[in-house]
């Protein structure tokens, strides 16, 4: 990549700067040519752990791995020119210290070239972002509902309904604020208390379920296409049914083939003369 390249793509601290401002737009991608449709529209691109259901069929995302992000963190990059592009670490790896997070991290940072990683948690991991960020890691944080936690917490589901769960998700909202964290995802959360938490910290809140009162939004790209169709969550808008598309157009594919219309003459090789 150039340096007008590296120049051109927006950085964490832009938009850590847009707190407050227009909202920042950011759709996942997990291929080079979904970003590169993606790019210019975006300003942030999430290689989400989402992956692990989207693209490889799981069950939840506890089964995705760093190799696979990093994977696909390299092939999103390999598409972009303009946005931000954050990469999830998966389950694993991360939790269990914040010097093995900090070697994971800067292991996606170094292979895939991406601006910062993302990572689940609120006031639990905020010592190991202070870690990340003060030795140089550009931090997403993520709180409200944690997808990562599905096990444990029960299945998907809203949250900040009970008094319990608005206490622990401000005390996470101050303390991912407070961390060195760029920028934090708050998914599945009623909407006053997005708003109050985005109202109160100084970085811009991403939401997922979360309301228009977050500084920016984040959407599955697969979910808001139709190419996702296992599972729907409420929040989710479908701006298009490319699955149907799709499968009309291996349809049409199947019959021609079968009827021998495809390949015609204009897909055929002749001999030179
Ligand atoms: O994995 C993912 O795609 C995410 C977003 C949905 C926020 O974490």
Redesign the pocket.
């Known amino acids: 990549m150039s340096a007008a390249g590296i120049q051109k793509r927006l950085t964490p601290a832009r938009i850590l700067a847009m707190k407050g401002g227009k909202p920042i737009v950011?759709l996942?991608a997990y291929t080079t040519p979904m970003a590169r449709l993606l790019d210019e529209h975006c300003d942030l691109l999430?290689?989400?752990?989402?992956?692990?259901m989207?693209l490889y069929g799981m069950e939840n995302?506890i089964g995705v791995t760093l190799e696979m992000m990093i994977a696909h963190g390299k092939a999103v990059m390999r598409g972009v020119s303009k946005a931000c592009v954050v990469v999830?670490m998966p389950f694993g790896s991360y939790q269990e210290s914040k010097e093995v997070a900090f070697r994971n991290a800067v292991r996606t940072l170094q292979e895939t070239g991406c601006d910062a990683v993302?990572l689940?948690g609120g006031e639990e991991m905020a010592e190991t972002i202070a870690f990340l960020t003060k030795r140089g890691v550009p931090v997403m944080g993520?709180i409200g509902l944690m997808?990562q936690q599905v096990q444990t917490a029960g299945g998907y589901r809203s949250v900040g309904h009970s008094e319990h769960e608005t206490s622990k998700i401000r005390r996470d909202a101050h303390a991912i604020g407070g961390s060195g964290a760029f920028a934090v995802?708050i998914?599945g959360t009623v909407e006053p208390l997005a708003r109050e938490v985005t109202a109160a910290m100084h970085i811009p809140s991403?939401g997922?379920g979360a309301s228009s009162a977050c500084d920016g939004q984040?959407?599955?790209s697969d979910d808001i296409l139709g190419l996702f169709n296992d599972f729907t969550p409420r929040f989710v808008k479908r701006y298009d049914e490319l699955g149907k598309r799709v499968a009309e157009a291996a349809a049409a594919y199947a019959a021609e083939v079968r009827s021998r219309k495809f390949p015609a003459a204009e897909h055929t090789f002749k001999r030179r003369p």
């Open positions: 950011c996942t999430l290689v989400g752990d989402s992956l692990g989207v995302t999830d993302k689940e993520h997808p995802v998914e991403i997922i984040v959407l599955v």
